[in-house]
């Protein structure tokens, strides 16, 4: 049988075991819910069901198959190693939740019945006693009326916890249902897809990351400095056991993980046994990676495709102006600024939800969060043009300002400067002016290498 080893991957079985295994077994993937699935025509061994156990794999006794929660490069070669292939799955999600859905309803039905009859064999019980019958104590019936009393008692008990329990199945049922519905859902697949373009820009990233150290570790030039300084920027840990790297006894004789730069400044290894390190590490990552890339993108396609076919969002169909409104937890607000994305509308700005209570205060919508839109009529979207336009940010130099220049702002970090406006009064028009904050206090500031820009008179 295929077994993981202890770093995930599999060890590839032998040709007649593999003959075997796709005459056994059959392996699907869903790209509604990212999992992967295998089916098998007997029961499975202790040994395959260890395997699948250490891989994630999870039994799921009503469909008779092993199930992963997500897909993973591991996974996938494990069910190849079994089925020789992957297929797509049959059933959509949709379909499993309507039988996940039946299930529950069987469930409840039974639950319900076997309440029917505990009450049932409540009330044959109940029936035998005169109403208002009191317990006779010292009398030779005191033993066998409470006993009776007690079965009483706990049959209603029993009655009551199974019309618990069929209730509880009920909700299940109809949970199962909505959730189906809700994962397809236009705003909820759109935020699918936005997290899936960020595991895909991570991925790209980690290639382009080794790409890099690799083109340096390769370098003709490479010494013990230029090994150090790479080395110092490129994280690699490993173990570097006495047997393999033999070191006099006045060197450090720890064998645990450590990185490569500590290695290189102990003297326990050379530039070209980091070199040989580095790069099959890099390989690895570039070729993991790639697989991860090519699954996200496939998801994507597939993510989009369904998204259109169902309409897509609101921003994707409507023409969005500012001076609109757009429909949001029930309530219409007026976009104040429109903010796009490589193109395309990626958020809104629009004042507060009213149940929120704050005046003259603004929030960024995303377009995910928006149900409808209504189109400006000519004045409106004029008023908005005027609104949305930002006053001047004022640069002159005041009374206790802060002189700096343009590279010295840039260098401060957000949280300790702002850009802070003020509404226009009788004397001036409204403007902006630039903070920062020094020695726990915050001061105005003025940029020396930039152009002077006084107050705006009304």
Not at 383 to 408: D, L, W
């Amino acid at each position: 049988m295929s077994q993981l080893n202890v770093q995930g991957a599999t060890t590839k079985p032998t040709n007649a075991s593999s003959e075997i295994h796709r005459q056994e077994y059959r392996a699907t993937y869903s790209p509604d819910d990212n999992k992967l699935r295998l089916y098998a025509l007997h029961r499975f061994d202790a040994e395959t069901y260890a395997t699948l156990r250490k891989a994630g794999f999870i039994w799921a006794p009503k469909q008779e198959l092993f199930v992963a929660p997500a897909w993973t490069p591991g996974r996938e070669d494990l069910l190849v190693s079994f089925a020789g292939d992957i297929e797509d799955e049959d059933s959509t999600l949709f379909d499993r939740q309507e039988e996940r859905a039946e299930r529950f309803s069987v469930y409840r039905d039974k639950r319900a019945a076997e309440s029917d009859q505990a009450l049932t064999a409540v009330d044959a019980l109940a029936s035998a006693i005169p109403l208002g019958q009191p317990i006779l104590v010292g009398h030779h019936s005191e033993r066998s009326a409470r006993s009776h009393a007690k079965k009483i008692e706990k049959g209603m008990e029993r009655a009551v916890m199974l019309f618990d329990r069929s209730e509880y199945w009920q909700l299940r049922a109809t949970a199962s249902i909505r959730h189906a519905r809700y994962k397809e859902r236009s705003d909820v697949r759109y935020r699918r897809i936005k997290k899936i373009e960020v595991d895909l820009r991570k991925s790209e990233k980690a290639i382009a990351e080794s790409e890099k150290f690799m083109t340096l570790w390769r370098s003709d030039n490479l010494d013990l400095n230029m090994a150090k300084v790479i080395s110092n920027h490129d994280h690699i840990s490993c173990c570097f056991t006495l047997d393999k790297y033999p070191r006099s006894p006045d060197k450090s004789q720890y064998e645990g993980a450590r990185s490569l730069w500590s290695a290189l400044e102990d003297e326990i290894i050379t530039a070209e046994q980091a070199r040989a390190i580095a790069i099959p590490c890099h390989e690895r990552t570039i070729s993991r990676c790639q697989r991860w890339t090519a699954h996200y993108r496939n998801r994507l396609s597939y993510e989009r495709a369904m998204l259109a076919e169902n309409g897509g969002v609101v921003t994707q169909t409507r023409d969005f102006q500012p001076g609109g409104k757009v429909l949001s937890r029930g309530e219409w607000l007026t976009i104040i600024r429109i903010n796009k994305s490589r193109g395309e509308v990626s958020s809104v700005v629009t004042p507060w939800y009213s149940f929120y209570d704050r005046d003259n205060r603004t929030m960024k919508l995303t377009v995910d969060r928006i149900e409808d839109y209504k189109a400006p009529a000519a004045e409106e979207a004029e008023a908005a043009k005027k609104t949305a336009k930002r006053p001047p940010i004022v640069n002159y130099a005041g009374e206790g300002f802060i002189s700096m220049t343009k590279a010295e702002w840039a260098k401060i970090h957000r949280d300790y400067k702002a850009v802070r406006a003020v509404a226009a009064t009788d004397s001036h028009g409204a403007y902006r002016f630039r903070r920062v904050m020094r020695d726990y206090s915050l001061s105005d500031v003025y940029i020396s290498d930039m152009k002077t820009v006084e107050i705006p008179a009304l």
